[in-house]
């Protein structure tokens, strides 16, 4: 009969941490520890870019920004504290957030006393669906002499189902959301779950929208789904955003027949030359997304395409310099 270790809990956070600001916050932002940090609340590893520490917002500073790589222009702040949570550290939160137009806002402390868990779940049953709040408690563990494991235990975080059923209770009163809107909450609600099931992608919220992003490491780079009703189809695609978009496409279509023979399904190169963006898709005709018995056979399509454009173009998206541009190239 094998024998197994005990787990034990090392209470002394400053054993592994000396200080807040100069050991725990620097430990942090090291990507492999934010991307831990995205695993632990559901967005996968690739959702955090690093944008600075110690960051300016009038006469305070804020511990970590980040780049909401799901996002085209989202933020997330992320607050340390050694020991309980206390309301100075609430406040700035809120400020950190407004001073960085920040939608993500992560709350990181040995202890979150019970009535600031109370005001962070308020603040993400009170607030538009474009927002989200995290409280974590950060843990020590060890097995016998193993080294020391952190772990981030989520105390308090969005309730996409409360929160929705309070948005679409609003609605309702405001003619706000049609139902084909709501149709798409439902939609992307269930494709999520999918997800989860077959793959390590991570998606944004469900939203009442005809898209959904999930980021793939880099900021302004992401796999998105589409759908259209009206026209009948879904579609897996990565998605370049802004300014930029032209000339990281230009570099990609360098090794486009390599990427196309590496693909085992065709890819559409599409430069959107009247948008700040281009996408590589690949679309499945005949799938009505208002059908609803037909989601899981989309869902599944959906799933599988994008986990395939994840292998093919990830690395190629950390790795893309616009150094390697010809002259002669957009930019």
Known sequence: MSEFGKLKQIKDIKSKWRTEAQHFSPWLAEPENLELLGETLG?????????????????????ILCKDTSSENGFVIIENQFGKTDHDHLGKLLTYAAGHDAKTIIWIAERIRDEHRAAIDLLNTSTH??????????ELWQIADSPIAPRFNVVAKPNDWVRHSVQTSRARDVNDLTD???QYIRYWTAFKEVLEERS???AQKAGPRQWIYMPIGRTNFTLTANVNSREKWVQAQFELHQDTAPAYFALLQKDQAEIDD????????EPLPNRKGARIATRLDNADPTDEADWQRQHEWLVERLNTLREIFRERAL????????EDEPS
Request: charged share 35%; aromatic share 16%.
């Open 262 to 269: 590496a693909c085992p399904f065709s890819l559409s190169w």
């Open 319 to 326: 790795a893309l310099d616009l150094d390697d541009l010809d």
């Open 200 to 202: 390590d992608i991570r």
């Open 43 to 63: 967005f996968g590893g690739d959702w955090l870019e690093h944008v600075g520490s110690e960051v300016r917002v009038g006469e305070f500073r804020a511990d």
């Open 180 to 182: 084909l809107k709501k």
């Open 129 to 138: 669906e474009d927002f989200q709040f995290f409280a974590l408690e950060i």
